[in-house]
T-cell receptor, first 122, second 108 residues
Framework: QVQLVESGGGVVQPGRSLRLSCAAS????????VHWVRQAPGKGLEWLGV????????YYADSVKGRFTISRDNSKNTVYLQMNSLRVEDTAVYYC???????????????WGRGTVATVSS | EIVLTQSPGTLSLSPGERATLSCRAS???????LAWYQQKPGQAPRLLFS???SRATGIPDRFSGSGSGTDFTLTISRLEPEDFAVYHC?????????FGQGTRLEIK
């Protein structure tokens, strides 16, 4: 079955770190760019960043630049979101999503995971 | 950054009725690079349309996307029970990707 599955969410104190994983199954993730998107409680979706199919390029939203880092291990069919210096306002459901272009990017998303919840609270 | 405003916030309709959802951009969306997604509770969002009107694989033809420039519309011609969900628009024509706040389509 073609799917993305996020994991690694949980409850963390402000200022601490969390690493989320996005594992692909049913297809070869190494051909595709992967984006991260989040949804805070009661809010709309917010794009966070993207990593190219080979990991050579990464772009981030201003809201997380310098704190969040996207990486990937194509041998494990997995992409990661390292979140440092977490704030209360980072509390959200975090989704990974596939860009449909092989070897490039269209900047929209044809496959999403169900999300993982990260709660930042003291 | 382009701000997308979706209206209405909540739409209450009955199965069999026609639904019209709006997504308005604060400035013109380059090349009509606008996507629509459906999201049900606890499920992954699903791509409905890209390029404003190109239906994604497996999307029933009762769904249609239209519009250009700053005004875009998602239409569901005859609502089925499984269509009640939250719908999001997203523009990808600008250097900063943005989403609308979503429209909740609920059963009346």
């Amino acid at each position: 079955q073609v799917q993305l599955v996020e994991s690694g969410g949980g409850v963390v104190q402000p200022g601490r770190s969390l690493r989320l994983s996005c594992a692909a199954s049913g297809f070869t993730l190494s051909s595709f760019a992967v984006h991260w998107v989040r949804q805070a409680p009661g809010k709309g979706l917010e794009w966070l960043g993207v990593i190219s199919f080979d990991g050579s390029k990464r772009y981030y939203a201003d809201s997380v630049k310098g704190r969040f880092t996207i990486s990937r291990d194509n041998s494990k069919n997995t992409v990661y979101l390292q979140m440092n210096s977490l704030r209360v306002e980072d509390t959200a459901v975090y989704y990974c999503a596939r860009d449909p272009m092989t070897g490039g990017w269209y900047w929209y998303f044809d496959l999403w995971g169900r999300g993982t919840v990260a709660t930042v609270s003291s | 950054e382009i701000v997308l405003t979706q209206s209405p916030g909540t739409l209450s309709l009955s199965p069999g009725e026609r639904a019209t959802l709006s997504c308005r951009a604060s400035q013109s969306v380059n090349s009509n690079y606008l996507a629509w997604y459906q999201q049900k509770p606890g499920q992954a969002p699903r791509l409905l349309f890209s390029g404003a009107s190109s239906r994604a694989t497996g999307i029933p033809d009762r769904f249609s996307g239209s519009g250009s420039g700053t005004d875009f519309t998602l239409t569901i011609s005859r609502l089925e029970p499984e269509d009640f969900a939250v719908y999001h628009c997203q523009q990808y024509g600008d250097s900063v990707i943005t989403f609308g706040q979503g429209t909740r389509l609920e059963i009346k």
